[in-house]
């Protein structure tokens, strides 16, 4: 088995980027935006978002055997998604309904300030577990669904939909992992006990690959307020002001000890930091694995046992700096980017560290297009520039 089959499962969104000139840089983006005046921007990048598209397709693009599944309405913002994913020779397990509408997203990605997103949800809040194919996800091996902080129907019940959704999944035995997405904290979602929704569903996650803002929000309210008024005092992205011992390593404790395998905690530009139970977990974890892919493919049961060993992944604790782009464009999508860099990984018996290098690589090779899949580099090719002394950027704090 040279490779493992993949769903990456959730939000999808059509993303319309407008372009803004250079010369635009040193404003804030309420001097850019506001009433009653005209901005010139270039033209708009307009491509598949979300999590389906930004992660699945970045495994695609890398080389991963990935079915991605979401579900989008039968109406053009549907219809140029489904004509993109053609294009890229992706498969596409779409659900497509005459009752709903697809979600799009106007991402502003103005010079010198952080991102601004205007969405819409959409068919993303009536996707439902019960919509998902069964038979076709016990083909797989791994499982990843992503942003159910951000679909109605996977937090408004506090989170029973989506934990027995995963136990289904881990009792099919795939390996699974999951993405939350930050609410919106102006949004119904802003009322649901995250803390509690996370105890019910990590016991069965195995990898859980949070951003370290949307950890904070879900966990660590106040800590999370406190990140928030300092980067507004300081003008400093929170990501560079972050404590690996006072911020980071406390985050990912609480959220393994909420019962996942392994946290691989997204900290922006600052890099990645992983945190993995006991080697006896691990061992257990790839057991699963085995079983499950030579009931898959017992003809190539051999060749399965080569892909997940789970060796060398117990008791991980370390942080992996960023790598330095050549140039940034939009940040939108690369922590989405830099999760498929790891699961790919992952999927093909990459030691932990060699993950978090392909996840490190591919998000910042992501940011130096517009779009999450323009800059990507076959894993190979990623793997020689890092081993030529591709320049680390050192910002977490000690």
Known sequence: MSDSKMITAGYISLDITPAFPESYR???????????KLRKVGSAAVYPGGCVSNTGLALHTLGADVSLVAKVGRDAFGQLIRDQYEALGAQADFIVSDEVETSYTVVISAPGNDRCFLVDAGANDQFYPEELDLEKAALAQYFHFGYPGLMRSFYEDGGQRAAD?????QEMGLITSMDPAQPDASSDAAGIDWENLLR??????????PSIEELGYMLDRERYEYWQKKSIETGEDICMMLSLKDDVRPLAQKSLEMGCAAVLLKCGAAGLYLLSDSQERMDALAQRYRDH????????????EGIFT????????????????????????????????????VSHGMDPQTCLQVAAGCGSLCITEYDTLSGLKPVPEL????RDGWELQHFIKD
Do not use: H
Not at 27 to 33: M, P
Not at 293 to 304: G, L, M, S, V
């Open 26 to 36: 040193g404003r804030t983006l309420a001097e850019l935006v506001r009433p009653g």
């Open 165 to 169: 959704m995963f136990r289904g999944m």
């Open 200 to 209: 019910l569903c990590l016991p069965y996650v195995d990898f859980f690959v």
């Open 293 to 304: 892919a030579k009931a898959c493919n017992p003809e190539q049961a051999d060749a399965a």
């Open 310 to 345: 789970g060796k060398g992944w117990g008791n991980q604790d370390f942080f992996q700096d960023s790598y330095k782009p050549y140039r940034i464009l939009s940040g939108t999508g690369a922590g989405d980017t830099a999760i498929a860099g790891f699961l790919y990984g």
């Open 383 to 386: 793997l020689g520039k890092i």
